[in-house]
């Protein structure tokens, strides 16, 4: 199923495939809660930026590895890479329009990143 995306102002729009039933990471690192980030891990192949590429901003931090995307103008990051998988991108569920019918959240200890990052390994694999 194809899902589309945003940010909050709608500036940066994206488009990413996925089951009717998603299931997501939901991560207690310091970023990720407190943004209330629930994770959809995908391959790059079923990610597709539709506008916004001049819109966004990337943050950083730690080993740098992950790319966090912020929309410039409403600051929401919508979607990134990760440093799990740098191969695909890390979708914020809560920022697709309309929700999928049934979301599946799974808890990730991200405060204890170096040892269950190879849980998350296979999700940006092609299935």
Known sequence: MKYKGSCHCGAVQFEVEAPEEVECQECNCSICSKSGY???IVPE??????????NITTYTFDTGEAKHKFC???GIKSFYIPRSNPDGYDINVRCLDPQPEKINIELFDGKNWEQHAHKLSHL???Q
């Open 38 to 40: 629930l994770h959809l």
């Open 45 to 54: 192949s079923r990610f597709k930026l539709l506008q916004g590429e001049n």
């Open 72 to 74: 410039k103008t409403c």
């Open 124 to 126: 940006s694999k092609e």
